[in-house]
């Protein structure tokens, strides 16, 4: 409710812009996840910035006192540690027609939600959000996977770049059997 | 148990090359084998870099059996089972951390980091004193020992010393990684489980027969993340009426680990240890960095036949040394279920460059994420999903590659055999298996599991 009270005193067109800002923040969002559930996979790279960082930590069991090491940083082993270049060869992978564990491919669909901009310079924003990552594949394999992504977006051409991706999961243990599709 | 010696003979036959399905489905084979193999081997806890300050913990299995691994004041490392001496509730919930005491969250019974019992509580107004906590530590792991940093430990106080029990096959395998430098674990440790059977994610680390199937996606130029583009093609393997549903002939890259002319080097030893894989002047185009070998410190610690040898070594039952420096556990959870950990290793010197570079590599290829492990996940859980028919169950499976032409050659304290690919890695993992299942005393398990002169 502290919230509202903030929104108050902010004038009238600055929430206006909030809001136009956080609406095309959010149909970006809606519209990466459309190309990732449609298997659009080049598509979907080039909304990465040529210099961007897509990160998935190991997360551990960790004692409450020793909760800021509960996730690993880059340059600690982690489940994805990619370079737009790293991204393009996952993506080649895919489309090769050997991939096995994507042929027949999985079934996907990515929920985004809980939208927030906590930073913006201008020209680039950070943004974390709320994913469901929901996958079926074959006949009886299913997987949900819930987290949270934080994002630096940058503002190109009336649309955003993402430079940066740190995927949280609400797991440490994988409760899955490989990870081979895109968050 | 009702299953016999002679039935257990039955399910693996070294002359036919052939493994019968019921191993790997079977949950009276999996009770058998907690008992037989898990509850008397040694078995990899962690490193001890993993530890390096006083009250450090790390959380390993045996078995079924939870154990903290904890570093002491005084420099030396025990390992105790996770369960409190009064009601057996866990005395500690997370994964790794540092503690000063291990508190019991049921009735407060509070342990120091050797296991000691200190603190009960009402040990006065309840227990009128008359408790002696001197015998209500946590249990300690019958025997824990550190090869080269590599912390194991075993439950059977009548196992032979860590270092007779590797021998020179199981020391080979674990010097692969410690001869490189002065190596210490990068944080964090990939765990995930795959719905397979833990045999066949163990038995799939000597079969230098799939990556070129399963992984021929992985070894296209520019996947991998190493520099495959520039590796030397290899003459391609006959793919001869290999073709896909689609009727297309199978087309696979000449890059990555595939191709004829690739020696490779098997070596066999004692209790099922064995390592399997090219030999370190085949595995050039491999992308995997071989020049520490030429180190005076690796030569001397490889010996002379052991530098040749660049294959996958398995310290039976599940730790595996994959080439990646990575130390990967297969740790069997049910018959369908085993979860995977992986240990990444890099020197403690290397400039920060190597060391990430390292790092971003072994996030690449191996763990769930793994350009090479995801396809792995998927046969191995399809292969155990069809052991479960009845009728699927009667094929045997097949590991007849080679079989019958692997000639042992002993020299420099190994056994080795020398070919083209083969399955005598895997085949003799399975003999081990089926000895160790029979519960013999340790001194017959070791002269079964010795190799003769022919597989």
Redesign the interface.
């Known amino acids: 409710m502290q919230m509202s009270n903030e929104m108050k005193s902010v004038p009238r067109e600055d929430r206006i812009a909030a809001m136009v800002l956080h609406y095309e923040v959010e149909r970006f969002y809606y519209d990466e996840a459309a190309l990732l559930d449609s298997h659009r996979y080049e598509e979907w790279l080039a909304l990465f910035a040529d210099d961007a960082h897509y990160f998935m930590p190991i997360r551990r069991t960790r004692m409450q006192r020793e909760m800021e090491k509960e996730f690993t940083k880059p340059g600690e082993m982690a489940f994805f540690d990619d370079t737009k270049t790293l991204l393009a060869g996952r993506i080649k992978k895919l489309g090769s027609g050997r991939s096995w564990a994507e042929d027949p491919p999985s079934r996907t669909r990515h929920l985004i939600t809980n939208v927030r901009i906590l930073k913006e310079d201008g020209s680039t924003f950070e943004v974390q959000s709320n994913f469901h990552l929901y996958r079926t594949r074959l006949n009886s394999e299913e997987t949900s996977w819930i987290g949270s992504r934080r994002d630096v977006l940058r503002r190109v051409e009336g649309s955003f770049q993402i430079v940066d991706r740190k995927i949280f999961l609400e797991q440490t243990v994988l409760l899955s059997r490989n990870l081979s599709n895109f968050f | 148990m009702a299953l016999a010696n002679t039935e257990i003979d039955e399910l693996v036959s070294l002359e036919r090359g052939e493994v019968d399905r019921r191993i790997y489905t079977d949950p009276e084979i999996f009770e058998l084998e907690m008992q037989r193999i898990f509850a008397r081997s040694w078995l990899f806890l962690c490193h001890e870099s993993q530890i390096p300050e006083p009250g450090d913990f790390f959380q390993s299995v045996m078995g079924r059996d939870n154990v903290l691994v904890v570093r002491q004041r005084d420099g030396s490392i025990k390992a105790m089972l996770n369960t409190c001496a009064h009601r057996g509730n866990a005395v500690c919930?997370?994964?790794?951390?540092?503690?000063k005491n291990f508190l019991c969250t049921y009735h407060g019974w509070s342990y120091g980091i050797d296991g000691r019992l200190n603190g009960v509580p009402g040990f006065k107004t309840f227990y009128d004193g008359q408790l002696d906590k001197s015998r209500h530590g946590l249990a300690q792991v019958a025997q824990v020992a550190s090869y080269k940093g590599f912390v194991f430990g075993t439950h059977d106080a009548s196992a032979p010393p860590l270092e007779e029990f590797l021998g020179a096959t199981g020391r080979l395998g674990l010097d692969q990684i410690a001869a490189r430098g002065d190596m210490v674990v990068?944080?964090?440790?990939?765990?995930?489980?795959?719905?397979c059977n833990w045999k066949i994610a163990v038995d799939n680390l000597f079969d230098w027969y799939h990556p070129q199937i399963?992984h021929?996606?992985?070894f296209?130029p520019?996947?991998?993340?190493t520099d495959t583009a520039s590796a030397a093609e290899r003459e391609k393997i006959d793919l001869s009426e290999v073709n896909?549903d689609s009727g297309a002939a199978?087309d696979l890259p000449a890059t990555g680990i595939s191709g004829t002319k690739f020696d490779q080097v098997v070596v066999l030893g004692e209790y099922g240890h064995a390592i399997g894989g090219p030999t370190a002047s085949s595995s050039g185009n491999s992308a995997f960095d071989t020049t520490w070998r030429s180190t005076a410190q690796a030569r001397a610690a490889l010996g002379p036949v052991g530098v040749e040898v660049a294959g996958h070594p398995n310290i039976f039952p599940t730790t595996w040394i994959a080439v990646s420096v990575q130390l990967s556990l297969r740790i069997p959870r049910d018959p369908g279920h085993t979860?995977i950990w992986?240990f990444?290793f890099v020197d403690r010197n290397l400039p920060r460059e190597t060391?990430?570079f390292m790092?971003?590599i072994?996030?690449?290829i191996f763990?769930?994420?793994g350009?090479l492990?995801?396809?792995d996940?998927?046969?191995w859980?399809q292969a155990t999903a069809q052991t479960r028919g009845i009728a699927s169950r009667r094929m045997k499976h097949q590991l007849t590659m080679g079989l019958g032409r692997g000639k042992i050659i002993k020299e420099g304290g190994l056994s080795r055999i020398e070919g083209l690919t083969g399955e005598h890695g895997q085949l003799w993992t399975y003999h081990s298996w089926a000895q160790w299942m029979k519960g013999l005393s340790w001194d017959e398990l070791k002269r079964v599991t010795t190799p003769g002169d022919f597989i």
Do not use: H, Y
């Open positions: 919930r997370a994964e790794e951390g540092n503690a990068v944080p964090g440790i990939q765990k995930f489980i795959i719905d399963t021929a996606s992985a296209q520019g996947v991998m993340g896909m199978l979860e992986w990444t060391r990430d790092v971003t072994a996030c690449r763990g769930p994420g350009v492990e995801q396809d996940g998927e046969n859980a």
